[in-house]
């Protein structure tokens, strides 16, 4: 099996990668489709069950959609998949935003940060412009858009609103903007497979992110800083690395790395996720929200893309500076 | 065509900047006749409650554009009328005639007669010829006078001697909300054209109409004073639903004075239906009705 998978070309085994997740979908697709058939004897079990099925199936609905997603930014190359990811950060931008107070003097400078940074972010990655995509939001931007703010002529809260569109532009466009920067990066060997690389980031952030989420559930320890997260302590925090480490590091041959260095970059990408993670979190207890859209039904409509890929978009910068500064790609 | 192709483009840019979110509350969306009511605070609340209805009501559902903003291009005219189906309103206009009706309240000989039947009949007549109806103007000519201006005070005025009605007891206090549109829609309409008649034009035509009692638009977060005019068509149209509904977050995406959107997130909240209680007030029913648009801010 492993010597078959290794005779096929990088493109093949990407596509190899991809049916194997459409198949694994297929089989859980059907498995949910016929349990809908299933009755419980107590109707409000049942109902209760039915519920619970149907929400999953929804969550089923999600993972196909992505999946296709990424399929189809994969075949089409690297650029349709760079606009895919600057989409996901416009989205994760624009629940952001909405979720925190903004003032009319600030329009200008979200016109900036919607229409101009974002687009030329993702433009300095599409066309490996890595110098100038490293510091094009820390630099330029953190000094234009407070100017942008100044000249709206109003002073009020003034570095508060400015912090907070400049922490949004920093996790939704500039953290994002990295995970496309992946299928950029060239290692020796490793050409037209970089799409494994980005598979691998996210597979193996999401699995500490999950890990880290049952294991606080069935545990139920005592959480470390209870005001910003009821679940966090450092016990599932460290299990859940581990975990994830491990994983990465078993995925070790899908990317350029060797078994120790896939363990390296899994426990830096899982750190800076999970704790990514929980900065979030306390910008959203900041805003005093539970979640950045409770399943669609908060006021402001938000659906709670970025709950998914702020994790991800604090993993995704250091993972590819820690990379790209020690193995020099 | 064009229309069709246009107005999925501007359905496609509404989603993708604000996600037009429709949230049920307390109404299925369904085809039944309805005025949808709702707070305004943006040109663009039309184009957000348009995009927030499901297809199939989209098409049996005419929002409201004031004519002196969605018609003064022959852009913005196209647009309101092809895609947004609008109907449009005289927003100078809309004082007058929602200071009129208090007027007939201020003689409460009005006819007590079964108010249902009476409150029909005006719906008829409305349009298409006033000639019929001048017999039954007497009471109306001492207001044709009122400003707009002294709209606020009239109303006020007229607000607070709500007591008088007592005279006709329980049942019969209707009447006087019935007689109050025929009567106001005569003075305004003699000249030029009731406003509210293209409203009922709409409604009497089986289309749902989405109105914004506030009139304009506010700055604040509260809505404003409900203008009389959704009392008057729930009154003429009492089997048609009034829904409330909450536009949230639209100020934001374009303040007054801007012209680039920005994408943030809106929703539209409807809520559960009202309806005029037997023998309710202007005032008070007004009140309800924007409370419960308020309430929908918080679910």
């Given amino acids: 099996m492993n010597q078959f998978l290794r005779s096929l070309t990088p493109t093949e085994q990407v596509a190899a990668l991809f049916l194997i997740v459409f198949g694994l979908l297929v089989v859980v697709s059907t498995t949910a489709f016929f349990l809908t058939f299933r009755e419980r004897r107590n109707p409000v079990h049942d109902a209760a069950w039915q519920a619970e099925l149907a929400h999953y199936r929804k969550l089923l609905g999600t993972t196909w959609f992505m999946a296709v997603v990424f399929w189809v930014g994969w075949a089409l190359g690297e650029t349709v998949a760079t606009v895919l990811f600057a989409l996901i950060a416009f989205f994760a931008l624009r629940e952001f935003i909405t979720l925190s107070p903004t003032r009319r003097g600030d329009h200008r400078s979200l016109i900036l940060a919607f229409f101009v940074v974002l687009p030329i972010q993702f433009w300095l990655v599409a066309t490996a412009r890595f110098d100038l995509f490293t510091v094009f939001i820390p630099v330029y931007v953190f000094l234009a858009i407070p100017v942008a703010s100044a000249l709206a002529d109003d002073p009020s809260h003034f570095l508060e609103r400015n912090a907070k569109l400049q922490w949004g532009i920093m996790v939704c466009v500039y953290g994002m903007s990295h995970v496309p920067a992946l299928l950029l990066l060239s290692f020796p060997g490793y050409e037209g497979k970089s799409a494994f690389l980005v598979f691998f980031l996210v597979f193996v952030v999401q699995t500490s992110v999950l890990v880290q989420h049952v294991i606080s559930r069935r545990t139920q320890r005592k959480p470390f800083a209870p005001n910003v997260s009821r679940s966090f302590n450092w016990t599932s925090w460290g299990i859940g690395i581990a975990v994830a480490s491990l994983v990465g590091a078993l995925f070790s041959f899908i990317t350029p790395f060797k078994f120790g260095q896939a363990l390296a970059v899994s426990v830096i990408a899982c750190i800076a996720g999970s704790m990514g993670h929980l900065v979030m979190k306390a910008l959203k207890r900041d805003r005093g929200i539970p979640n950045w859209g409770k399943k669609g039904v908060g006021v402001t409509g938000a659906n709670g893309l970025l709950d998914r890929v702020d994790a991800l978009c604090f993993a995704a910068p250091i993972f590819f500076h820690s990379i790209r500064w020690y193995f020099n790609a | ?299």
Wanted: charged share 20%; glycine share 4%.
């Fill in chain 2, 1 to 299: 065509m064009l229309a069709k192709l246009t107005g999925w483009l501007l359905l496609g840019i509404v989603r993708l900047l604000t996600g037009a979110q429709a949230r049920w509350y307390g109404c299925p969306p369904k085809a039944e006749q309805r005025i949808y009511f709702a707070n305004h605070q943006s040109h663009a609340d039309l184009v957000m409650i348009w995009a927030a209805l499901p297809e199939e009501l989209r098409s049996i559902t005419r929002p409201i554009a004031a004519r002196d903003y969605w018609a003064n291009t022959p852009f913005k005219r196209w647009i309101t009328t092809e895609v947004f189906n609008a109907v449009y309103v005289e927003r100078a206009a809309t004082a007058p005639a929602s200071a009129a009706p208090p007027a007939p309240r201020a003689e409460p000989e009005a006819p007590s007669a079964p108010a249902r039947d009476r409150v029909a009949a005006p719906a008829e007549r409305i349009e298409p010829s006033m000639e019929p109806l001048l017999p039954m103007d007497p009471p109306a000519p001492p207001m044709v006078d009122i400003t707009p201006e002294a709209f606020d005070e009239v109303q006020r005025r007229l607000d607070l001697p709500a007591p008088p009605p007592p005279p006709p007891v329980a049942p019969p206090v209707e009447p006087p909300a019935a007689a109050a549109e025929a009567a106001p829609s005569e003075p305004a309409a003699a000249p030029a054209a009731d406003p509210l008649a293209p409203l009922v034009e709409a409604l009497r035509s089986g289309d749902s109409i989405i109105i914004f009692p506030e009139g304009t638009r506010g700055h604040t977060g509260e809505p404003q004073k409900f203008k009389s005019g959704l009392y008057t068509l729930a009154t003429m149209f009492p089997d048609v639903v009034l829904v409330p509904a909450w536009i949230d977050n639209v100020q934001r995406v374009m303040p007054k004075g801007e012209i680039v959107p920005v994408p943030i997130l809106c929703s539209v909240t409807f809520g559960a239906p009202i309806r005029v209680d037997e023998g309710e007030e202007r005032r008070p029913f007004l009140d309800r009705a924007r409370a419960a648009v308020i309430a929908l801010r918080d679910v």
